[in-house]
């Protein structure tokens, strides 16, 4: 599938990672099914996560010095894309690698890089993102959670929602308040890091329509965080995360979602007799599609690397992605269907009524698609 992609202006040295990466991915995924590939992202495996550490594939983009890569962004787009591509089950060291891993090094003191970059690397510390709450998805400046300075440290009582791998993960980095009221908005609120082994935090897991386990809530009752859990500034918190927020909206991951099912789908048409037209016209208009997405995404690669914040670009670039990635099942849906009287490979079905029950929730994690047009007007001086 990528080879059919190659136009972009990715340097060779990043090209270069693809041969060993595929090498690795052949031994590594053998035997797994395509619709537990599918999960990609949302598949959680530590022992796979450390096989990729071992091999220098987590924290790329982290200085030497604390384990990383010291790579640039091109080279993790391009580890990246191979990943999803094949279904590589990323999902425990993935937030970490895209964003608590940068944002502690742009942001943490210096024991903060010392103690968590390395381990980060390592895929020794699993992370996940405290920002919904039951009141507070989309209007996440209004939240509730917070963060109290005591002498002994901070007290942090609260709840967050929809945490992706609570349940797993060793910390979370939470956007508590810290001072003032939900009333005062972006005023006031603070990041800090939670050990979430810590006594007053309880987890619960909430499936999904697919029978999946990833998200949870979150209680803090009282839990006493060490002084230094404050991550960057006390009070700077919306920015902090707003920044966050172009790594988490940027890259090939609000493309890919639906790749492992396209793949499968051109691997039925090309093990059966000729394909009809139709199937290799809406082969085509996917294409059609993918290709330009591919190449903004590329785009704010090279911005990332530059060492920009392309907020805006981001939220353009998740919105468009995700409306290809929920299309996909929806016309494959409609293509396998054109004719029922043609077998179709168990294994492939099942993949999409995966896809199908999952891809809803593309448009709404990491903000949805009417907050990402609004944050899009507001950048174009709309509103
Ligand atoms: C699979 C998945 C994983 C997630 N993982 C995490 C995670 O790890 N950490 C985390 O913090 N959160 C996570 N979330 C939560 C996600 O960020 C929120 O669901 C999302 O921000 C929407 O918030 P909400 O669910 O409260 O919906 P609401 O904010 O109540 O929105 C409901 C609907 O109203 C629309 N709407 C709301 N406000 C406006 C407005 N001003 N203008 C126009 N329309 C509006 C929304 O677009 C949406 O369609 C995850 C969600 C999903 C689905």
Known sequence: MLDALELSAIPEAA?????????????????????????????????????????????????????????????????????????????????????????????????????????????EAFFCIGMSEPQSGSDLAGLRTRATLKPDGWVLKGQKLWTTNAHLAHYMIALVRTSGAPEDRHQGLSQVIVDLSLPGITVRTIGDLTGDLHFNEVFFDDVLLPHDALVGEEGAGWAQVTAELAFERSGPERIYGSMVLFDAWLQHLRSGPAASPADVALAGRILAHLVPLREMSVALTA??????????????????????????????????????????????LRTLSYVLQVCPTFSLRGGTREILRGVIARGLGLR
């Not at 640039?72 to 990943?83: G, H, I, K, S, T």
């Not at 990332?304 to 670039?317: F, K, N, Q």
Request: some cysteine; glycine content about 10%.
């Open 303 to 348: 911005k990332l690397a530059a060492g920009h914040s392309p907020v805006i670009e981001a939220a353009l670039v998740k919105d468009l992605g995700t409306e290809l990635e929920q299309a996909i099942p929806n016309l494959l849906a409609e293509a396998l269907a054109a004719d029922p009287h043609i077998a179709r490979p168990e294994a492939l």
């Open 15 to 123: 090209q270069g990672l693809r041969a060993p990466v595929r090498t690795f991915l052949d031994e590594a995924l053998a035997g797994r099914v395509t619709d537990r590939l599918a999960r990609s992202w949302m598949g959680f495996d530590a022992e796979f996560s450390r096989a990729l550490a071992a091999r220098g594939w987590v924290g790329m983009t982290l200085p030497e010095a604390y384990g990383g890569g010291g790579k640039d962004a091109f080279l993790r787009f391009v580890l990246a894309e191979e990943l999803l591509c094949r279904g590589a089950p990323v999902s425990a060291h993935w937030i970490a690698d895209r964003q608590s891993g940068p944002l502690i090094l742009k942001y943490g003191t210096t024991r903060q890089k010392d103690f968590f970059l390395p381990k980060i690397c390592a895929a």
